[in-house]
């Protein structure tokens, strides 16, 4: 595997980890401070388990399909999710979509909790909530890893560099005691978005059998890093240009 890739691969795994592990940890913490901590551990644990035999089952199976098969389907798999984040992270940028607030997050999940106070479940009700946020969250984190991973034949990398980021998250939450309202996590996503789109380029070409100029990732991905990086930078500026024009005229 080329230098360039495993750059990649590190890089998009660890961001993207790090950007919905955050997210997981606004809501275990609702749940933690407004409920109960039992329950939302308990609920953290299990959907951790069911995402590592997810990658256990998932990951090794994917081996055994013919590499340009397996090339395409995951090049194809990562133009989708890459283009989805670097889609959002435009719209953020732009202001045409709402920045994520984990304050905001943070508050919503404590004021939904607040109202089961009198309910019987109320405990079994915080596990799923602790449950689902971290599942849910941490689903695009086990695509990523298994679909770079297996690509690439780097699938024990991939799982260690996600989580090393998850340490680190939880680390971090741990020490501050509240959700990280202060990453950018705008700035991490768009990161993601360029990275996955670039990786997953390359792959969909290689299982198309494209002849890539110089003929190694060492040579394409950082092209394509860049590519990506300046088209999305450049329709933030017309996008902010056409914004501006418009409260002009108005």
């Given at each position: 595997?080329?230098?360039?890739?495993?750059?990649?691969?590190?890089?998009?795994?660890?961001?993207?980890?790090?950007?919905?592990?955050?997210?997981?940890?606004?809501?275990?913490?609702?749940?933690?401070?407004?409920?109960?901590?039992?329950?939302?551990?308990?609920?953290?644990?299990?959907?951790?388990?069911?995402?590592?035999?997810?990658?256990?089952?998932?990951?090794?199976?994917?081996?055994?399909?013919?590499?340009?098969?397996?090339?395409?389907?995951?090049?194809?798999?990562?133009?989708?999710?890459?283009?989805?984040?670097?889609?959002?992270?435009?719209?953020r940028?732009?202001?045409?979509?709402?920045?994520?607030?984990?304050?905001?997050?943070?508050?919503?999940?404590?004021?939904?909790?607040?109202?089961?106070?009198?309910?019987?479940?109320?405990?079994?009700?915080?596990?799923?909530?602790?449950?689902?946020?971290?599942?849910?969250?941490?689903?695009?984190?086990v695509?990523?890893?298994?679909?770079?991973?297996?690509?690439?034949?780097?699938?024990?990398?991939?799982?260690?560099?996600?989580?090393?980021?998850?340490?680190?998250?939880?680390?971090?939450?741990?020490?501050?005691?509240?959700?990280l309202?202060s990453?950018?996590?705008?700035?991490?996503?768009?990161?993601?978005?360029?990275?996955?789109?670039?990786?997953?380029?390359?792959?969909t070409?290689?299982?198309?059998?494209?002849?890539?100029?110089?003929?190694?990732?060492?040579?394409?991905?950082?092209?394509?890093?860049?590519?990506?990086?300046?088209?999305?930078f450049?329709?933030?500026?017309?996008?902010?240009?056409?914004?501006?024009?418009?409260?002009?005229?108005?």
């Open positions: 595997m080329s230098t360039s890739a495993t750059v990649v691969l590190i890089g998009a795994v660890f961001l993207a980890c790090a950007v919905e592990m955050v997210e997981a940890l606004t809501i275990v913490l609702a749940v933690g401070k407004t409920s109960s901590w039992r329950s939302a551990l308990e609920g953290t644990a299990v959907a951790l388990f069911s995402l590592a035999v997810l990658v256990a089952i998932f990951g090794p199976s994917l081996i055994t399909v013919p590499i340009e098969t397996l090339r395409l389907i995951v090049g194809s798999v990562l133009l989708v999710f890459g283009l989805q984040w670097l889609r959002k992270a435009i719209l940028s732009t202001g045409l979509k709402a920045r994520h607030d984990e304050d905001l997050a943070y508050a919503e999940a404590v004021a939904e909790l607040e109202a089961t106070a009198t309910r019987p479940d109320r405990d079994r009700f915080a596990f799923v909530m602790a449950f689902k946020g971290v599942f849910l969250e941490g689903l695009e984190v695509i990523t890893v298994v679909t770079l991973g297996t690509s690439s034949h780097r699938l024990g990398l991939a799982a260690t560099t996600a989580f090393v980021a998850l340490l680190l998250v939880i680390l971090i939450g741990m020490l501050v005691a509240k959700q309202s990453v950018p996590e705008n700035a991490m996503k768009m990161t993601v978005g360029v990275l996955t789109t670039a990786y997953g380029t390359f792959w070409g290689e299982g198309l059998h494209v002849a890539w100029p110089g003929g190694s990732s060492d040579v394409m991905l950082p092209v394509f890093v860049v590519l990506y990086g300046v088209v999305a450049v329709l933030i500026q017309i996008v902010r240009a056409s914004q501006a024009k418009l409260t002009v005229a108005s």
